[in-house]
């Protein structure tokens, strides 16, 4: 073979060889991971509310009322629920969906509501304070739930629809939080409850709920003057 011929062949084969060594690697093309987004979106508030109905809030001078949604605007959202198979087992539609309050203090005329608008919803209120005497001469057996002089109020709150069947109930996931008695101060204490399996008083002061999470359990001290919590997890149940 030709010297000539011997050179180009291997100034070729050097120069294959160099290219094929610095040619990058080819990197994969996985997809990257996407946080799923567990914050669900908060249904519109209602078009049409209603008020009725103010009461004593007792050994204050604060009446109180519940504001609703109209029933014909329930019994449409009731309605189309159905309509997308959906079962209530609680009997939604007979159940008054209330979203605020309405404070007003009976000397002053001074009022106020609970919550700045109506796109949640309160599943329960209690009255906490100093409970009634027993009476004598009235021995109804629910006067021992009465309340003689309310400190402050209790609330179950529901802020979204968190099981996607587009109505709020005590099914979604609720929070507990406590106002004065005006309404004024509201104060988340607990969040993200499923089921709240307890809720033991522990005199006026201070209440011990335990309430599940997810697939964990957890015991919160809640003190009602302060709004301070504890909360500590329960030990897993396997």
């Known amino acids: 073979m030709?010297?000539?011929l011997w050179k180009l062949i291997s100034v070729v084969g050097v120069v294959a060889t160099l290219s094929s060594c610095s040619k990058a690697p080819v990197a994969s093309t996985t997809s990257p991971q996407v946080a799923v987004n567990n914050s669900p979106t908060?249904?519109?508030a209602p078009k049409e509310v209603r008020m009725t109905g103010f009461q004593q809030i007792n050994g204050t001078p604060y009446l109180y009322a519940p504001i609703y949604v109209a029933a014909q605007e329930q019994r449409s959202i009731i309605k189309e629920i159905k309509s997308a198979s959906y079962e209530s087992s609680k009997g939604d539609e007979y159940t008054a969906d209330i979203r605020n309050y309405m404070f007003v203090h009976r000397d002053n005329l001074s009022a106020s509501k609970l919550l700045a608008n109506n796109s949640s919803r309160l599943i329960s209120l209690e009255q906490i304070g100093e409970p009634a005497p027993p009476d004598k001469s009235n021995p109804d057996p629910t006067r021992t739930n009465w309340v003689k002089t309310v400190k402050a109020l209790w609330h179950v709150r529901v802020l979204a629809d968190t099981n996607s069947d587009k109505i709020l109930n005590d099914l979604d996931r609720k929070q507990i939080g406590i106002s004065d008695v005006s309404g004024a101060n509201y104060t988340e204490v607990i969040k993200d409850i499923d089921?709240?399996?307890?809720v033991y008083p522990k005199g006026i002061d201070r209440r011990l709920v335990i309430y599940t999470s997810g697939n964990k359990r957890f015991v919160a001290n809640i003190e009602i003057p302060t709004r301070q919590v504890?909360?500590?997890e329960l030990p897993a149940l396997k």
Do not use: F
Not at 195 to 198: R, V
């Open 195 to 198: 089921k709240i399996l307890l």
């Open 230 to 232: 504890t909360i500590k």
């Open 42 to 44: 908060p249904l519109p």
């Open 2 to 4: 030709p010297k000539q």
